[in-house]
């Protein structure tokens, strides 16, 4: 069964850092990420990552997250930086190979004082 499991979220301060991790089974897909939806908004792209390594990430990330891939492990992460309160979300992994997606459960991330 192909599944992905998420980590790494949590409360963090203004400023502060985390790392999300995701690990899939399964299969090996070809394109793995992230979306976040807060609380009112709709679901929306936060960076994805190709198996031979592209990158995309949404213009209000930039600079600060950064995406990664092991192939080793089937796994991906999101390094965050410089966490702002408008980050609060729940985060979700994504993971994409041909007409076959699959989403994680989400692991909330809270920035706050």
């Known amino acids: 069964q192909v599944q992905l499991v998420e980590s790494g979220g949590g409360l963090v301060q203004p400023g502060g850092a985390l790392k999300l991790s995701c690990a899939a089974s399964?299969?090996?897909?070809?394109?793995m990420g992230w979306f976040r939806q807060a609380p009112g908004k709709e679901r929306e792209l936060v960076a994805t990552i190709t198996n031979g390594g592209n990158t995309n990430y949404a213009d209000s990330v930039k600079g600060r997250f950064t995406i990664s891939r092991d192939g080793a492990k089937n796994a991906v992460y999101l390094q965050m930086n410089n966490l702002k309160p408008e980050d609060t979300a729940a985060y979700y992994c994504y993971a994409k190979l041909l007409a076959l997606e699959r989403w994680g459960r989400g692991t909330l991330v809270t920035v706050s004082s």
């Open positions: 399964g299969i090996r897909f070809v394109i």
